[in-house]
């Protein structure tokens, strides 16, 4: 099986070094459907683990950006490339 993690650009991709030839990189971002038609092209699921845990945040359209429109982003491109849904 193999494996595609999603990344922003610029994420730090330290913690990826020495890994198995199996796992790859790609780029987009879950606020940015147009980023992502790429990144899901050919998979057979995906499993979304993006998400912004600072309830009490005052950063609200942050955390509705990427919990609510960055799910909804992820749903529709991974349907429109007939990926199995999995949360």
């Given at each position: 099986?193999?494996?595609?993690?999603?990344?922003?650009?610029g994420?730090?991709?330290?913690?990826f070094?020495?890994?198995?030839?199996?796992?790859?990189?790609?780029?987009g971002?879950?606020t940015?459907?147009?980023?992502?038609?790429?990144?899901f092209?050919?998979?057979w699921?995906?499993?979304?683990?993006?998400?912004?845990?600072?309830?009490w945040?005052?950063?609200?359209?942050?955390?509705?950006?990427?919990n609510?429109?960055?799910a909804?982003?992820?749903?529709?491109?991974?349907?429109?490339?007939?990926?199995?849904?999995r949360?």
């Open positions: 099986v193999n494996v595609r993690c999603l990344l922003r650009p994420s730090d991709t330290a913690l070094g020495g890994r198995s030839a199996s796992l790859g990189e790609v780029y971002d879950i940015r459907p147009q980023s992502l038609q790429a990144a092209e050919g998979s699921a995906v499993v979304k683990l993006a998400g912004y845990r600072d309830f945040s005052r950063k609200r359209d942050y955390f509705y950006a990427i609510e429109v960055g909804r982003n992820v749903f529709e491109a991974s349907h429109s490339q007939w990926c199995t849904w949360r």
